[in-house]
């Protein structure tokens, strides 16, 4: 005979393991800040990456304006104006992704824990019968 409530927790954990489960799973399987401190690491090569495209962008587009530009300024003063930019860009970047990833990793393991946790209440159930 089919228990209602036992149905109900298994369609619940199966719809859980297809959808969020597998993605919490891989999280979990790293320590707290393995996970946070790797994906920060990610995001700084990204930005990095990011980063200088936009400079070449930027430069690009009035190349002509900068190279006649580039004999009057101070390319010293110049360079660390960019790299002061640069270092705003990537802290506020880095501060970011590690707020996001910190959530993410506490949301995957509330989820894990709940999922635990009726895992606990199925078997409960399957000793009642």
Do not use: P
């Not at 228990?3 to 999280?27: C, F, P, Q």
């Not at 587009?61 to 900068?66: G, M, P, Q």
């Not at 270092?87 to 959530?103: E, F, H, P």
């Not at 993410?104 to 895992?119: C, D, E, F, P, S």
Request: proline share 0%; hydrophobic share 45%; aromatic share 18%.
């Amino acid at each position: 005979m089919l228990n209602k409530e036992r149905v109900i927790l298994m369609t619940k954990m199966a719809s859980y393991e297809e959808n969020e489960g597998r993605k919490n799973r891989s999280i979990m399987s790293y320590f707290r800040g393995d996970y946070v401190w790797f994906q920060v690491l990610k995001s700084l090569i990204y930005g990095t990456v990011a980063f200088g495209i936009i400079f070449g962008m930027y430069i690009f587009y009035d190349f002509e304006i900068f190279m006649m530009d580039i004999y009057k300024m101070d390319l010293l003063e110049f360079a660390k104006s960019v790299l002061k930019k640069y270092l705003l860009a990537i802290g506020i970047y880095c501060i970011i992704s590690y707020a996001v990833y910190s959530y993410r990793y506490a949301k995957a393991r509330h989820g894990v824990r709940l999922y635990q946790n009726n895992l606990r209440k199925l078997s409960g159930m399957y000793d009642k019968t």
